[in-house]
């Protein structure tokens, strides 16, 4: 089914069908995505990090944590394994010195709870450390 017969049909709304131009009706379509709310990322949060952390820019650590590309947020996720009983924290989307990144996560978990894994540019955290860890990434300007 082409788009153009989409757009003729009842199941869009009469703001989609008032034309039978396909281009003029995907150009709203679009237009319709394009005003979407996208959440706001940016806010203030006061963090205090151990004597031990130096502030490094963001520019001469070894490593980095990209932001998802929609929405901007940091790929840090709670999984929840064995019936909920057993919490894991996953940091995803790593690029360059992963094992730096383990180190210097170990200012603030234990370090029999890091897990790295190279291979898919991870590491997995035992323990809910979801916001620990987010105001951590965003205070070293992640």
Known sequence: MSFAQIARSSRLPSAFAAKSNPVSIQQRFI???DKRKKPNVTKTIDVVLPSTTEAIPKEQ?????KRTTVAGWLPVYSDFRNNRSRHLTLIRRIEGDIE?????????????????????????LKGNYV????????ARGF
Do not use: C, F, G, M
């Not at 650590?61 to 944590?65: D, E, G, K, S, T």
């Not at 730096?100 to 997995?124: F, G, Y």
């Open 61 to 65: 650590l070894a490593y980095n944590v």
């Open 131 to 138: 916001n620990q860890i987010r105001d951590w990434l965003t």
């Open 100 to 124: 730096r990144l383990a180190k210097d996560l170990e200012q603030i978990i234990p370090p029999q709870n890091i897990v790295v894994n190279p291979l898919t540019h991870s590491i997995r």
């Open 31 to 33: 237009t319709l995505i």
